[in-house]
């Protein structure tokens, strides 16, 4: 897949935030290495649908979704006092961008953090910041979020403890098209090189999340059963383990994958917001 993207001259300029631990900074398109570097480690990128396997194309994401949440922001989240490493140390981003059709009212929020920032209540901070930033300062009437069911409980507890509200599901089926098969891709070439300590977990992640895109019609449960059973060859699993067990951990996370399909859909308004 290659994302098309195109570069304008934007006359809207976001300004800088401030967090208790963090400077929340606007990027721009010469920040584009540093979103393309954060998702160079699969976990952090697990739940964000794109092909993130290539430099290339972690680049073409990178520079995609910095143009396009211009309207409402992106900025890097960048470490003021020196907490998590190097003073001023990029660690992850966050921003609002417009809804994906037939879903919002107003901007859709996402973010990543790198791995050394998880646990330390960064989204939480962060996320805060932003959303008052968002409904205070830029007036937006409502903030749109969506969680791909199952594989991210973590912001769905954050979502819940803002006082966002789950209004219901949002389906894959918008994703059948040349965004979403690469990421199926990706899934079975991080099983293929991943570490042998890695290998079985994985292989579990990658079976689940594939699940949701058997569920949606997007690829045969055959086809990923095949190509899931030859990735766990590759790195040596199917040796260690048996290919009996092999397929055992695939079906029961294809299974469960399949039970938790498509996007949870929360939303927010500004009376609804807890800020403490």
Known sequence: MSLVYRIEAMTIVHKSLKTERFDLEPLNQEDALKLADLGSDPDVVKSLICDWSTAE????????????SQEYGIWGIYDRDNTFGAPERFVGFFAADEPLPNVGQGPEIYYALGKQVWGKGVATEVVKTVVVHLFNDQGVDAIEALVLAGLNPASTRLLEKLG?????????????GD???PTIGYELWRVETTL??????????AAFKIGQFVAEGVISKNEMLEALVKASFANGLESRVGKETVEGIINEHLEAGMKETGWLHFRMRPDQFIKS
């Open 196 to 205: 042998p300590q890695n290998a079985q977990h994985a292989l579990e992640e």
């Open 164 to 176: 966002m509200s789950l209004i219901g599901r949002y389906s894959l089926t918008e994703y059948t």
């Open 179 to 181: 965004e979403c098969l």
């Open 57 to 68: 194309h972690r680049l073409e994401i990178a520079q995609y979704w910095i143009e396009g």
